[in-house]
């Protein structure tokens, strides 16, 4: 049985679903792989302009599979990794979702911890059900701030708390989440995914992917800018705009007050 779910649904959206909902689809190994098996699918299919992650049954992400975990300070090799070889502590980074050219959204049905909240975080919008719980978890497992969430937290909701939730590995609900801006928006459980598709297919219909592109591109990039750099950088992006057949269609079909019918993303973005 997968581990990860892909598939793909009108009007564009990529859905990948953690398939391990007798665990709260703790993570492994074999879910990584098959997690950026699906993002590299959706990310080559030019139908494809939305990518949502959301996870099976009551969890979202409860974080790394402890079976495995276990076995790592007595040198266990075969408690490391799954049936596909695959290292917990190697592979692919969850910040390389950063740097894609499609947006992801995050729809947090459930617990996200540890290693499952780093994914979220990592995503660029997260919608939660307000049954969804967080906890960075680490400090309470003799660990650090892993795979990246020493860089992603403190943007999200500032150093201070930042470092209360990774220092206390407290548990926080949704609506504390939604306040410390951890997440986008908060709705019931039973409408969290009719909501998620619903905001993802307004983004795949009506709006340039490529504009999506270049604006993820520069949110995550200007982070380390000072703002006239980012200005001045903006004023080269927006050159090359004015050029792509997007910015045309897109003022043709306000004037014709018709839904625009934008390209797919524009690889050169």
Known sequence: MSECLYEVREPGIGLITFNRPDRLNAWTGRMGHEYFEAIDKAVADPNVRVIVVT?????????????????????????????????????????????????????????????????ALMCDIRFAADTAKFTCAFSKRGLIAEYGISWVLPRLV?????????????VILADEAHALGMVNKVVPAD?????????ASDLAQNVSPSSMAVMKRQV??????????????????????????????????????????????????
């Open 55 to 119: 996870g099976a049954g009551k969890g979202y992400c409860a974080g790394a599979d402890m079976g495995t975990l276990q076995g790592i300070p007595a040198g266990d090799a075969a408690a490391k990794k799954d049936e596909r070889n695959d290292n917990i502590l190697e592979g692919r980074m969850q910040d390389e979702i950063t740097r894609i050219s499609k947006p992801v959204i995050a729809a947090v049905n459930g617990a996200a911890a540890g290693l499952g909240l780093v994914q």
């Open 158 to 170: 500032g150093q201070a708390n930042a470092l209360d939730l990774l220092m206390s590995s407290r």
């Open 191 to 199: 409408q969290l995914m009719d909501v998620v598709m619903a905001y």
């Open 220 to 269: 995550y990039g200007d982070y380390a800018k000072d703002v006239s750099t980012a200005s001045k950088d903006a004023l080269v992006l927006m050159g090359q705009s004015f050029g792509r057949p997007d910015f045309k269609e897109g003022v043709q079909s306000f004037v014709q007050k018709r839904q625009a019918e934008f390209p797919p993303v524009d690889p050169t973005a």
